[in-house]
């Protein structure tokens, strides 16, 4: 009976073996059936997927791609704020600028969130990363403009540009501004 089943499964690695895919998956070793020698490492060998070129992307680690999604997402929300905001919110008192730059914040956290449950970020560095990305781009967008500004100019326009990359427009001066504001609150 023994012997029986040993041929019968013999006779089944047999025919799997033939198809050139389920052999390097299902055939960790060598030799005759009753011979063969398997480690972990040759099972988890044969069993790992083989990535295609287009997936290795997602091969950077998930913390560097949700950082870049929270800097992107601030970016688009500047960009959709300065262009179709700065249509319907005009003037420079003190309440037009904070609705501009709500808005701004508004859809920079709406394009966060859905870009990141489309895409699956739901881990605490993941989140983390990504809270850690909108603020450099809330914050430092001057100093990210400075690495670039003919592409702040060419999105936005030449006098945003000159303003973002104005001496009073760091992240230095921002971090003082946003203390002071705490500060007098308490």
């Known amino acids: ?10 006779a089944r690695i047999q025919r799997i073996a033939k198809d ?9 070793g060598g030799g ?7 480690n972990l490492s040759q099972l988890k060998r044969a069993a790992a997927p083989k990535r295609e070129s ?9 913390w560097a791609m949700a950082f870049l999604l929270g800097a992107v997402a601030m970016l688009a929300g500047r960009l959709l704020g300065f262009h179709v905001l700065g249509q319907f919110i005009v003037g420079t008192d003190m309440t037009m600028v904070i609705m501009r730059h709500a808005g701004e914040l508004a859809i920079g956290v ?20 990504m809270l850690a990305g909108f603020a450099l781009m809330v914050l430092g967008e001057s100093d990210v403009a400075g690495h670039a500004p003919f592409l702040w100019e060419s999105m936005f326009s030449p006098e945003y540009a000159a303003r973002v990359l ?4 760091g992240m230095e001066n921002n971090l003082r501004a946003l203390a002071g504001v705490l ?3 308490i």
Do not use: C, W, Y
């Not at 050139?20 to 960790?28: P, Q, S, T, Y």
């Not at 005759?32 to 398997?38: I, K, L, M, P």
């Not at 287009?54 to 998930?62: D, N, Q, T, Y």
């Open 110 to 129: 709406v394009a966060l969130v859905t870009a990141a449950t489309f895409i699956g970020f739901r881990g605490g560095m993941a989140k983390t990363a």
């Open 32 to 38: 005759e059936v009753r011979e063969t020698q398997v």
């Open 54 to 62: 287009g997936e290795l992307i997602l091969a950077a680690p998930k």
């Open 1 to 10: 009976m023994m012997n029986r089943n040993l041929d019968a499964f013999d």
């Open 166 to 169: 104005s001496p009073a427009g």
């Open 183 to 185: 500060q007098s609150s």
């Open 20 to 28: 050139e895919k389920a052999r390097g998956r299902l055939i960790a």
